[in-house]
């Protein structure tokens, strides 16, 4: 299991980019999404997220992910980046 | 000295009999600057006159204030070209009672000649005007250039209003609208903001997704076969669209080639191109920026047109009917070809047909340049949301994963594979860009239409949905 110690972000509010942040949290997942395309790829968004958020066993952590219309492998990269930097053993 | 000036705004309404229910007309030349429509519309409201159709050539953000007025009554129906997007927005969820009326750029002057739609009371924002009401856009303070949009509403309306910043005496030597069509002549400080009327310089895009395309728009121009003596131009102040100017110019000059015109909207790229010698003439009707205002005021080679002559069907012959090639763009493009310039993926109003329409009806190659997708939403749908210009205008879609000719145009077709262009079938390019994105899903639509778009012919072309509200 990653532990999310500190809170940490990854990416920008550019267009085609996402912003990321992620901190500590005691219990579960807490994922607050916000996307230009929700209407389009929300339902897409919210799964690349959690899929990160598995493949790295994050089990307790808060997110607020701001999409400006990232492509999935961009989500993934910046939701990977921003675990790594709030994880506890870096 | 005879005179039309008049004290003040106010009193011109008066005079011009204004009254409830009638139709009151703009230009759009002073773009994101302008304050004439603002400040009509306030007197206008002052003076309590209600319900009242504004039949502007564009409406930009500047104009947000008229959703005040609209909201009051005091404006209830708009007829425009093109409208941005916070007026769009408003439009869009439903402000209106009555759908906005689209009009292109040449159907607009067409329209108004024919009496289709009447203008009661034209306001010409004037750069500079003497008192009889001679008038031109090449000099004073907020000289926009080409007041090409304007001549119609001056030359049919019933009443007509001049409104400068920039009084001069009589007689104004080369202005744009003669005396004979104007009414009376109002001075104020400022018609506009410089800032927002012309940009300092445009630029081209240095995205290097947009130098692709724009480079490979020029390819397609060059293998086009209409790349020679007596060649014409026309493209939008996109940065792509920029770009590929330049890049076509440096194809031009490489190879001694002098076209006969570079038309539209003018940018400094285009007057760089006739200073090269890769025209002979400029045909202007709208500035975009401070180089073509000046060199539309000092060099002769640089003429103003009228919207009718620019572009309007049903005349004899307009400058569009000989024009060889356009650059265009889309927010939307569909496996047909029908583009769509009014809204973006959403359904929200936020364009409009411009000179789009009639440029690629006109046009001998009619080419759409525009990204795969612009903030992972495709460009490419099965079909677009509003059908702006038709399909069967359109020839070419130039991407930055390659290029889709319209199967109708055979010709083109084989030239450019010859040239060995990366040649993609439209649906196969659809497919690229969404093995990339992934497949949008579609918004629900409203039930209401909100606006009406008519192609250029006069004809109901298609009409736009509101977006219902989260």
Redesign the interface.
Known sequence: MTEIIRAASAGTLE??DVYVEIEPRTQGIELQLES??L???G??IEAAVREILAQFQVENARLHVVD?????CVIRARVETAILRGKGDN | MNSKLVASLREAIGLAGLHDGMTISFHHHLRNGDHVLNMVLEEIAGLGIRELTVNASSIFDVHAPILEHIQNHVVTKLQCDYMAATVGRAVSQGILDTPVEFRTHGGRPRDIALGRTPIDVAFIAAPTADPMGNCSGKYGKSACGSLGYAFADARYAKKVVVITDNLVPYPLQDWSIPETDVDYVVTVDAIGDPKGIVSGTTRITRDPVGLVMASQAAQVIRHSGLLKDGFSFQTGAGGASLAAAKFLKDIMVAEGIQGSFGLGGITGYMVDMLRAGCFRSLLDVQCFDLQAVESIRDDPRHQEISAQHYAAPGDRSAVVDSLDVVILGATEIDTDFNVNVHTDSSGSIMGGSGGHSDTAAGAKLAMIIAPMFRARLPIITDHVTCISTPGRDIDVLVTQGGIAVNPNNTELQRRLSDAGLPLLDIRALKEKAEAITGKPRALPRGDRVIAQVFGREGQLQDVIYNVPQK
Do not use: E, I, K, P
């Not at chain 1, 400006?68 to 999935?72: E, K, S």
């Open positions: 267009s085609s230009v395309v209407g389009q790829f339902g897409a400006r219309g990232a492509l999935d």
